[in-house]
């Protein structure tokens, strides 16, 4: 099929960070046609100054809407586009200039309607965004979920750099309301429609996220909240994996307190674990500091999901507690 790519980016009071992902969009390479939709998801601060930066030298479409989640602004931009493939950008990437080429070149070969691609750190990026990014996309702390390991047709992409091909939305409807997971849900029930989903690794993309330590508690907290409503939604995608988090955490206090009265082996184990991730940070962030922050992220993220894990996993599989009235702050109410 003759490829058409839009790409879907929603945008919150971000205007700064639109500016920077139309700017890598300039170097992009090759001579392949696309379009790039902007969805303003009800901010108080827009970025259409942004916009009339690059209206002569990109294709854009703006669009205001109320705000209703990043999901339901992607559906909105999707039904909006051109093009017959989708690509869905989070607002704080950027692209490397091979990216395009990249996705045209591997769909032409092997076309898939659906595909994800993992996230990196740009040389350019924070001490704390390079430990952050260290802690989410690590094969020692996250098990290559996010783009880590070869492709495979059962990889779940992320929204933050996601393809889907226009019937795939069409049929699945796109994204749902929850936020965040409403991701692998939609991968979920693509592969039910009997859609293949693949990763490209090599269409990475340099994830900036602009966060702070609390902030990104808060983020692997609810994406720890999450994951027992997809499993309730979608059983048959249940894995003891997903409560490595929570082991890791209730297992690094008693260990703690077994140290205390001098049984030491289990404590010294959870330290051989953080040599080995300190030395893989050294190794591939080449900073002692980014090193070290790195381990502090790996604490948060583990705590922060597995707390949230266990916390959802009781209300919704012992208590059977509703998903959106027990936890509504994970659900937009107001989507179409």
Request: glycine residues 8%; proline residues 4%.
């Amino acid at each position: 099929m003759s490829l058409q790519f839009s790409f879907i980016i929603p945008v919150y009071n971000r205007p700064d960070e639109v500016d920077e992902l139309l700017s890598s969009f300039i170097d992009l390479e090759g001579n392949i046609p696309f379009e790039i939709v902007i969805v303003e998801d009800g901010s108080s601060i827009d970025c259409k100054h942004i916009i009339k930066k690059y209206d002569q030298g990109l294709e854009i479409s703006y669009y205001a809407k109320p705000n209703s989640g990043p999901g339901d602004s992607r559906n909105y931009g999707m039904q909006k586009a051109k093009g017959n493939y989708f690509i869905i950008l989070d607002s704080d990437c950027l692209l490397p200039s091979h990216y395009l080429e990249t996705v045209h070149s591997y769909l032409s070969s092997r076309y898939v309607d659906c595909f994800g691609g993992p996230d990196a750190a740009h040389a350019s990026f924070t001490s704390l965004q390079k430990a952050i990014n260290f802690a989410m996309t690590s094969f020692i702390t996250t098990g290559g979920i996010r783009g880590g390991k070869s492709s495979d047709d059962k990889f779940q992409p992320r929204s933050f750099n996601m393809g889907i091909s226009k019937q795939a939305f069409f049929d699945s409807k796109g994204f749902g309301l929850i936020h965040p997971g409403e991701d692998p849900d939609l991968s979920i029930r693509l592969h039910n429609l009997g859609y293949q989903t693949v990763l490209i690794k090599e269409a990475f993309v340099f994830h900036k996220r602009r966060i702070s330590w609390k902030k990104f508690y808060q983020q692997v907290h609810k994406f720890g909240l999450v994951r027992p409503i997809l499993n309730k939604w979608h059983p048959k995608t249940k894995r003891l994996t997903y409560w490595f988090p929570t082991v890791f955490s209730v297992g690094l206090i008693i260990s703690t307190m077994l140290f205390l009265l001098n049984f030491k082996l289990f404590l010294f184990l959870y330290l051989a674990y953080l040599v080995i991730a300190f030395i893989l940070a050294c190794i591939q962030t080449r900073s002692l500091s980014v090193a070290v922050q790195s381990i502090l992220a790996i604490f948060i993220q583990f705590f922060g999901y597995g707390y949230g894990f266990l916390k959802s996993t009781i209300a919704i599989d012992l208590l059977n507690k509703d998903p959106k009235e027990h936890f509504p702050k994970l659900f937009f109410k107001n989507g179409k």
